[in-house]
């Protein structure tokens, strides 16, 4: 200070260039959460090394726009090399955060900045996600089209701040904010509103996720017949729209999802081979594969035993027992005695 005014003096200085001091590595590594997207940790480790993700698209040799979300489906090499060199984190467990192994890769959001109101995102989020983490973060699950609502809350996604109305866009920050507020106003993204989606719609969805995660796992790559039919809801749905579900907003395929419920599962089973439409109208109708395995041991937990058996013997995890008979099964499935059944199961109510 100098004088009677209160006047600070600043000393401006050149020096080294970041990628000079930080030559061997980084100078804060950032350990992925089990489920987190790609994207969303590489947008941590940015922030948390001060640069700002508009920014550190340029420390990775790579141009701005949507560079993290396409790194979520395809990265290269020498960026993952680089990656892996400078944090302590290994290279398979960085590869381990993309989405372009996923089985249900069909079923991903289209990369698209700017949408209209009624048209897909992106990316969406749950609010009470980001209020619960202690650094908030983004799940792979919401970037498929073929997710709804949170299973962990049972609120609805979103796919908007709901201040402005404009989608997820934390690769275009150019300040050292956190991905959970928008980057166009600032609304702290965990204050949004709540929003709600029936019962129904939410057992169904959790149905359509472990049909698809059965029947993936016999046909990927190639897309299944029942990502095709979950592609073709809108037109199920009758909802006068003739987009596939990826190009539909959140609410929009909310509006799917709760129609569909309402209805028999039909546009779902019809036309598959027996043993798969049994498959399927179970799992439909217990409202997903571990509430069926579920239901199954507590049948045979109700009507097993005799009563002059004398001696009890020890209980048995029956739930996940079968859990463990169907993974083995796989991916035969239920072989010909399922595939004798030719009369369709009753619809579930």
Same mark, same amino acid.
């Given at each position: 200070m100098r004088g009677d005014t209160a006047r600070a003096d600043f000393v401006i200085e050149i020096r080294e260039r970041y990628g000079d001091v930080a030559r061997n590595c980084w100078p804060v590594s950032v350990d992925p959460f089990p489920d987190e997207l790609l994207s969303s940790w590489l947008h941590r480790l940015a922030l948390a090394n001060g640069i700002?993700?508009?920014?550190?698209?340029?420390?990775?040799?790579?141009?701005?726009?949507?560079?993290?979300?396409?790194l979520d489906l395809r990265l290269p090499r020498h960026v993952a090399g680089l990656l892996a060199d400078q944090t302590?984190?290994?290279?398979?467990?960085?590869?381990?955060?993309?989405?372009?192994?996923?089985?249900?890769?069909?079923?991903?959001?289209?990369?698209?900045?700017?949408?209209?109101?009624?048209?897909?995102?992106?990316?969406?989020?749950?609010?009470?996600?980001?209020?619960?983490?202690?650094?908030?973060?983004?799940?792979?699950?919401?970037?498929?089209?073929?997710?709804?609502?949170c299973f962990a809350h049972g609120c609805g996604l979103r796919d908007r701040c709901p201040a402005c109305h404009a989608g997820i866009a934390t690769f275009d920050q150019g300040e050292l904010v956190p991905q959970h507020f928008c980057v166009r106003?600032?609304?702290?993204? +965990?204050?949004? =509103? &709540?929003?709600?989606?029936?019962?129904?719609?939410?057992?169904?969805?959790? %149905?359509? @996720? /472990?049909?698809?995660?059965?029947?993936?796992? +016999?046909?990927? =790559? &190639?897309?299944?017949?029942?990502?095709?039919?979950?592609?073709?809801?809108? %037109?199920? @749905? /009758?909802?006068?729209?003739?987009?596939?579900?990826?190009?539909?907003?959140?609410?929009?395929?909310i509006r799917c999802f709760e129609a569909l419920a309402a209805k028999p599962? /039909?546009?779902?089973?019809?036309?598959?081979?027996?043993?798969?439409?049994?498959?399927?109208?179970?799992?439909?109708?217990?409202?997903g594969h571990d509430a069926l395995i579920a239901r199954f041991a507590d049948f045979l937990e109700t009507h097993q035993g005799s009563p002059r058996r004398k001696r009890t013997p020890p209980a048995a995890d029956r739930s996940a027992l079968f859990a463990a008979y169907f993974r083995v099964m796989q991916p035969g499935g239920v072989r010909a005695s399922a595939r004798s059944r030719r009369a369709r199961p009753p619809a579930p109510h």
């Open positions: 700002a993700p508009r920014s550190f698209a340029g420390v990775l040799g790579l141009s701005e726009g949507m560079w993290s979300p396409r302590s984190v290994p290279q398979e467990a960085i590869s381990a955060m993309m989405m372009s192994a996923c089985a249900s890769a069909p079923l991903l959001l289209p990369l698209r900045e700017n949408a209209h109101r009624n048209r897909s995102t992106w990316m969406q989020y749950c609010p009470q996600c980001f209020a619960a983490d202690d650094a908030p973060y983004f799940r792979p699950q919401w970037r498929l089209a073929s997710r709804v609502s106003c600032r609304f702290d993204l +965990r204050a949004a =509103p &709540k929003a709600s989606v029936k019962a129904a719609a939410r057992r169904l969805e959790r %149905a359509i @996720a /472990d049909i698809c995660r059965v029947e993936l796992a +016999r046909g990927w =790559p &190639k897309i299944g017949d029942a990502v095709s039919r979950v592609l073709s809801m809108p %037109a199920a @749905a /009758d909802l006068g729209s003739r987009r596939t579900l990826t190009n539909l907003s959140t609410a929009a395929r599962p /039909d546009w779902l089973v019809n036309d598959t081979d027996s043993a798969g439409a049994y498959r399927r109208w179970m799992i439909v109708a217990a409202g």
